[in-house]
């Protein structure tokens, strides 16, 4: 009897160890590699920024968006002054886990329509832990090569369940409906380590500012 407590403490140790670690490895492993991509895309944007022609031309449609590739910065201010990312194109894992990324088939930073951008509430440096946080009034940055977009979300964040595909949709929550205004969507999940639901945040382009004017703390 005691050899088999023993086994079995053994055991449940073992497995409480490995858990540990792979949850060590979740939150602060993909934290690293995450901070090491977000200093590489960066270097990217400031390569692309310098030869402006070619980027404007890539902003003009999101199908000339390489996958994987950063194109933007976006900055809540809410989320603290440090909070800063630069976002992907693509929301597959790879994309994911390295950056924010542009919902493809969506609108572009600054267009008429719905701009969306999804993250990680976890893991992958944490990106979008706070969006439930989010309130009405709260400002979100968006700087391209081709200027800084300030929108101001419209209302607290809502949840849905992950196939309502809705608020994607140029008119966030009305399908079929032509846009009018240039609006911003930030999805997450919910609870967090959790797919069980999706935490919305819509906001409304309200100005447009010169690129060296935008993201300042």
């Known amino acids: 009897m005691r050899f088999y407590l023993r086994v079995s403490g053994e055991i449940l140790i073992t497995l409480g160890v490995l858990v540990f670690g792979f949850m060590a490895y979740m939150y602060w492993g993909t934290a690293v590699r995450e901070s090491d991509a977000q200093r590489t895309f960066d270097s990217e944007l400031g ?15 999101p199908d000339k968006l390489a996958l994987g590739k950063p194109f933007a910065l976006i900055k809540i201010p809410a989320f603290g002054t440090k909070w800063q990312f630069a976002v992907v194109q693509g929301t597959g894992l790879p994309q994911l886990a390295l950056a924010p990324g542009h919902v493809p088939g969506t609108a572009l930073p600054g267009q008429v329509g719905n701009f969306a951008v999804a993250g990680h509430r976890v893991t992958a440096g944490n990106p979008f832990w706070s969006l439930p946080d989010l309130r009405g009034g709260d400002l979100v940055y968006v700087q391209t090569i081709a200027g800084t977009y300030e929108y101001k979300v419209t209302a607290k964040p809502v949840w849905v369940a992950p196939s309502d595909t809705g608020m994607l949709a140029p008119v966030p929550g009305h399908p079929g409906q032509q846009p009018r205004q240039r609006l911003i969507t930030l999805i997450t999940c919910d609870p967090p380590w959790s797919g069980t639901n999706r935490v919305i945040a819509t906001g409304v382009l309200v100005r447009t500012l010169p690129r060296q004017q935008g993201v300042e703390g």
């Open 47 to 61: 390569q692309q920024w310098s030869g402006a022609g070619q980027s404007l031309a890539v902003l003009t449609s």
